[in-house]
């Protein structure tokens, strides 16, 4: 009998990482999938990027209306109770075997509450892991806890995990599934990506992404103004910058955004979506912001990553990631040196700290084999 997996996805990073594995299930007569999009796929603000999974021919998509039309912390909170609402609906009429949450977003603390109240197995990708910077950190040990079925990046992350009393039975890791994607994922040809992006990509290239820093002590690191100020000191590269996540404050930095989008060298793009951005990520020198890509798919790109603040504390770092603070001047040196001939030969071979590739064929696998109903029950595992 077939398995029907079902797999939520809030955001346009957060589908990339899980698309490869989508589709491989979904071209697997072992499986039938049902896909919730929802949060910023159904937010204009954001791109609309739910018409990214029809255009890449995902099947069975189901929307899940949530309030987004607020940012702050409140309209946060009140989108989490609102999510768990239509996720219950949504869950109940779908009939899962099993549900395949990834990484840490508020989107996926409402899926996650509302599969445990309705008794429905939960696997969890990029479980164990720590970014210090973000309140992500408490939602993505929570879902740990709610899960049944554990699949983390590296082993580092599998201990924290056992750390958090789970049962080693239930801890599998299968690598990154954004490392799989650089190895398997389509991509673009340059004069393809310039036509669909409507502008030229020239000379030396800086992918931008700045999120929200949503658990530190004071709001400087959401001041982007130095970050702003490196970039103009540092004309003869070009920018392609895109739009942050949905966390409070995000509204803010895009405004602060506009104040150099008349610049030549500068072009905002609100989603460059998945193939356009492992597509782009081949041509740039630099990575700069604060994303996890910058920590997990750049390395294998051998891009310099220029990493911003706090956000990504506690995460393994490649020796082509450069930590610098929200600061003008250290910033516009990293740039500098991410441009020096000897930084880009030191780069060429260094090694991904999350792994080489094959994770969503491991999970794929894993899936089928699994009995979910051993899982059902947890027991808290002392140390």
Known sequence: MKKNVG???????????????????????RFDTCVFACGAHLSPEFGYTITELESDDIQNVVPVEMLLSSNSRVGIAKS???????????????????????????????????????????????GGEVTEGAFDD???????????????ATQEFANRILQLGESPESVFVVGSPGVD?????????????????????????????YHPVTKAADDRENDIRPLIEAIQSNPKMNYVITYPNADG???????????????????????????????IMELVECVIGNSSSGLI???????????????????????????????????????????EPTRQKKISAAINPYGQGGTAQKIVELLSELDFERYRIKTFRDL
């Open 249 to 279: 404050g995000g509204d803010e930095i895009i405004k602060q955004w506009q104040s150099i989008a008349h610049l030549d060298n500068i072009h905002i793009v609100p989603s460059l979506g998945f193939k356009r951005y492992l597509s």
């Open 138 to 152: 408490a939602i993505r040990h929570s879902i740990t806890k709610m899960a049944n079925i554990h699949l983390p």
């Open 7 to 29: 797999f939520v996805t809030g955001t346009r990073a957060e589908y990339g990482l899980l698309a490869r594995t989508i589709h491989l299930m979904q071209e697997d007569p």
């Open 181 to 209: 994607n650089i190895v398997n994922g389509p991509r673009m040809t340059k004069n393809e990506l310039e036509a669909s992006l409507g502008f030229a990509l020239s000379g030396s290239i800086a992918l931008v992404t």
């Open 80 to 126: 989490v109770g609102i999510a768990t609402m239509s996720f219950a609906d949504a869950f109940s009429r779908a009939d899962i075997d099993i549900l395949v949450l990834l990484g840490d977003r508020y989107e996926l603390l409402a899926a996650a509450q509302t599969a445990m109240l309705l008794n429905i197995p939960i696997a969890h990708l990029h």
């Open 297 to 339: 798919e750049a390395p294998s790109f051998h891009a310099t990553t220029i990493n911003i603040g706090t956000r990504q504390n506690g995460r393994p770092r490649s020796e082509s990631v450069l930590d610098v603070e929200m600061e003008h001047q250290a910033i516009s040196d990293a740039i500098a040196l991410s441009l």
